[in-house]
């Protein structure tokens, strides 16, 4: 099963089941305790991608990372707090409305995905993985069912030197058998099943020492095969790495730096996005605050260039139906990009006020 209504998959407004055209929608996370507004509700333009703000919660504190049901009716929150939570709502209406308490899971989650019927959440603070039960109609059920913590510490120069776990994001893989838990202390990337309830790790792959991988994209082949890309946030690069979910480990065939030129210690990137048709990958890098356009070329990729982000410290990215979504956090604004579907640069076309904005997550209602 898909983690959640991924941003490359998310096409135009369709006909649903009942009712005529369904509504695009957009979700916002932000950090509450730098002054955002929590979790807002926007429609989605279909011929411009152009947001507009019709609701929003502000009952979860720092939903700094959301994620989507497939069905569209339930949208999943972590509170990034030392004490971390993650939270469910109903969003069926303008106004999201929780489906019950928040559940406990480890410190600081900063990503979450659906799998197997559980929520998972990367948390960073403690280095762990949660799974949280779902209920059939989407609500959490309590208490988590299991937690893999993990071990190991990575290496580094200076400031960016030993590092201990610090898990990042999990990503379920297209054939719904495993996920991947990215770790940027460990430098690694660990391949991950569900067992009874209980997250467990069946392989790591070792990146470069120092590298710090943040988040992953699997490019959109087929379940038994893929390109996995991976962000890496202390040196600004991407992996690229080829997996087949059957074979277990991941393997690293190299990486490609996102900017031209970065003073160590000043950039750090963020977020990626790969393009429905595999071509691109899109990235974000805070400090030097660009999007970087890279073209996949067989086993690789190539840098073609790089635009400013239309903000400041560019958290996060979506995409859909050829529109690029940019979460600036520290300028308090989400920025849209209209895509060239020939050379994958993009041109911004506008933006909304969302202060402490931490991610957009896209889906249809």
């Given at each position: 099963?898909?983690?959640?209504?991924?941003?490359?998959?998310v096409?135009?407004?369709d006909?649903?089941?009942?009712?005529?055209p369904?509504?695009?929608?957009?979700?916002?996370?932000?950090f509450?305790?730098?002054g955002?507004?929590?979790?807002?509700?926007?429609d989605?333009d279909?011929?411009?991608g152009?947001?507009?703000?019709?609701?929003?919660?502000?009952d979860?504190?720092?939903?700094?990372?959301?994620?989507?049901?497939?069905?569209?009716r339930?949208?999943y929150?972590?509170?990034?707090?030392?004490a971390?939570?993650?939270?469910?709502?109903?969003?069926?209406?303008?106004?999201?409305?929780?489906t019950?308490p928040?559940e406990?899971?480890?410190?600081?989650?900063?990503?979450?995905?659906?799998?197997a019927?559980h929520v998972?959440?990367?948390?960073?603070?403690?280095g762990?993985?949660?799974?949280?039960?779902?209920?059939?109609?989407?609500?959490?059920?309590?208490p988590?069912?299991g937690?893999?913590?993990?071990?190991g510490?990575g290496?580094?120069?200076?400031?960016?030197?030993?590092?201990?776990?610090?898990?990042h994001?999990?990503?379920?893989?297209?054939?719904?058998?495993?996920?991947?838990?990215?770790?940027l202390?460990?430098?690694?990337v660990?391949?991950?099943?569900?067992r009874?309830?209980?997250?467990?790790?069946l392989?790591?792959?070792?990146?470069?020492?120092?590298?710090?991988?943040?988040?992953?994209a699997?490019?959109?082949?087929?379940?038994?095969?893929?390109?996995?890309?991976v962000l890496n946030?202390?040196?600004?690069?991407?992996?690229?790495?080829?997996?087949?979910?059957l074979?277990?480990?991941?393997?690293?065939?190299?990486?490609?730096?996102?900017?031209?030129?970065?003073p160590?210690?000043d950039?750090?990137?963020?977020?990626l996005?790969?393009?429905?048709?595999?071509?691109?990958?899109?990235?974000a890098?805070?400090?030097t605050?660009?999007?970087?356009?890279?073209?996949?070329?067989?086993?690789?990729l190539?840098?073609?260039t790089?635009?400013?982000?239309?903000?400041?410290?560019?958290?996060?990215?979506?995409?859909?139906?050829?529109?690029?979504?940019?979460?600036?956090e520290?300028?308090?604004d989400?920025?849209?990009?209209?895509?060239?579907?020939?050379?994958?640069?993009?041109?911004r076309?506008?933006?909304?006020?969302?202060?402490?904005?931490?991610?957009v997550?896209?889906?249809?209602?």
């Amino acid at each position: 099963m898909t983690p959640e209504v991924d941003a490359t998959d998310v096409g135009r407004a369709d006909v649903g089941t009942v009712g005529g055209p369904r509504r695009r929608r957009a979700y916002i996370g932000s950090f509450t305790s730098a002054g955002g507004p929590g979790v807002l509700v926007a429609d989605v333009d279909d011929r411009s991608g152009a947001l507009t703000v019709v609701g929003g919660a502000d009952d979860v504190p720092d939903p700094s990372y959301l994620a989507l049901a497939p069905d569209g009716r339930t949208l999943y929150a972590v509170s990034e707090r030392t004490a971390g939570a993650v939270a469910a709502y109903r969003v069926t209406g303008d106004q999201p409305e929780l489906t019950g308490p928040p559940e406990a899971v480890g410190d600081g989650p900063t990503h979450l995905a659906l799998f197997a019927g559980h929520v998972l959440t990367a948390d960073y603070g403690s280095g762990s993985v949660t799974a949280v039960p779902l209920r059939p109609d989407g609500a959490l059920a309590s208490p988590a069912s299991g937690t893999l913590r993990h071990t190991g510490s990575g290496s580094g120069s200076g400031p960016r030197g030993r590092r201990e776990p610090r898990a990042h994001q999990v990503v379920p893989d297209p054939s719904g058998r495993r996920f991947l838990a990215v770790d940027l202390g460990t430098d690694s990337v660990r391949v991950c099943a569900l067992r009874d309830g209980v997250p467990v790790a069946l392989d790591e792959t070792a990146l470069r020492p120092g590298s710090g991988p943040r988040h992953l994209a699997l490019s959109p082949g087929g379940p038994d095969g893929s390109y996995v890309y991976v962000l890496n946030e202390l040196l600004p690069t991407v992996t690229v790495c080829r997996w087949n979910a059957l074979d277990i480990p991941l393997e690293p065939l190299g990486e490609t730096p996102v900017l031209a030129d970065a003073p160590e210690g000043d950039a750090y990137p963020s977020g990626l996005v790969v393009s429905p048709d595999g071509r691109f990958v899109w990235t974000a890098t805070r400090g030097t605050d660009v999007l970087s356009v890279l073209a996949v070329e067989g086993d690789g990729l190539r840098l073609v260039t790089t635009v400013p982000c239309g903000g400041h410290w560019p958290r996060a990215l979506a995409y859909a139906a050829g529109t690029l979504y940019v979460a600036n956090e520290r300028s308090g604004d989400v920025t849209w990009f209209t895509v060239d579907p020939h050379t994958g640069l993009p041109v911004r076309a506008g933006s909304i006020e969302v202060p402490a904005a931490s991610c957009v997550v896209l889906g249809t209602l």
